[in-house]
């Protein structure tokens, strides 16, 4: 089935693309939660609050990719042609899908990296005390029995804006950056032909990181934001944050950390759309024999 392909190859890309910038990462959250600027111990240390994430890849992928060809299905049902609607609009659907899974991801992640190293947690036991609803909402009546606890909820609004409209940009900008590529080399050939030939590993590589550069230039405001929702004692709520990361610094607060985030997410992406690729190639081969 189609479905366990796309599960296989995002699972495998998935775990390549954190295994090579997971670093990056933990010093990244330290920056963009505007206290803790620097980092003081030792290398296997900057793969803390990595944990959460290797554990939930192949069903975060899963719910991406999943997401992503049915709202591709959609945008191509409305005859939109060869545009990049539909692209732009499996992105989108991928993003809010997997944004509910990935929300309790990141808030486990931010707080494993932003704790003192003498105050540290095991996963299991913060993972525990997020699930408890808070104090506020033990009561005696029906309102209390609503509450979703913090592990649910924490930056829930800021990982979907980060994760909906710039996942549609990064869908369709790698698609376009790979049609583009092909075009180029289609007229390059000597002889024409109907078919443009495989792009190079230079020329996909290219296009992942052409996506990343895309989707994060419109997305990383959203994910200072929900940096801010999640940390301890950080702001409860999406306007409260915008405010606070504006007193700092006005509009360039918002992109605090940008270049160290592309750091990580383009060669992630780059990675992540090529392993894909290829992993799904395998699968077709292995299929056809």
């Known amino acids: 089935m189609e479905g366990i392909d796309d599960f296989i190859a995002g699972w495998v890309s998935g775990v390549a693309g954190l295994a090579l910038t997971q670093p990056v990462d933990f010093v990244l959250t330290r920056l963009q939660s505007g206290k803790v600027h620097s980092h003081h111990g030792s290398a296997l240390g900057m793969f803390r609050g990595s944990l959460p994430l ?169 994910d200072v934001i929900k940096t801010r929702c999640q940390m301890e004692g950080g702001a409860t709520s999406v306007g409260d944050a915008v405010r606070a990361i504006h007193a700092e610094g006005g509009l360039r607060a918002f992109y605090s950390g940008l270049g160290l985030k592309l750091l990580r997410a383009v060669p992630q992406s780059a990675a992540g759309f090529f392993v894909y690729e290829y992993t799904m190639g395998v699968i077709a081969r292995y299929k056809a024999s």
């Open 54 to 222: 290797f554990a939930t890849v192949p069903m975060n992928n899963a719910m991406l990719m999943y997401g992503y060809g049915v709202g591709k299905s959609v945008g191509e049902a409305k005859g939109y042609g060869d545009s990049l609607m539909p692209v732009f609009l499996g992105g989108c659907v991928g993003g809010f899908v997997q944004s509910f899974l990935q929300s309790p991801v990141e808030l486990l992640k931010v707080r494993l990296q932003l704790a003192a190293a003498s105050h540290q947690q095991s996963t299991g036991a913060l993972t525990l005390e997020l699930l408890r609803a808070p104090k506020a909402a033990i009561a005696a009546d029906a309102a209390a029995a609503a509450v979703v606890p913090p592990l649910l909820s924490k930056g829930l609004y800021a990982t979907l804006l980060r994760d909906v409209v710039p996942h549609g940009v990064w869908f369709s900008a790698y698609e376009w950056s790979k049609r583009t590529l092909e075009r180029r080399a289609l007229a390059a050939q000597p002889v024409p032909t109907a078919e443009p030939p495989q792009l190079s590993v230079a020329a996909q590589l290219s296009a992942g990181a052409f996506a990343a550069t895309a989707a994060w230039v419109v997305g990383y405001p959203a």
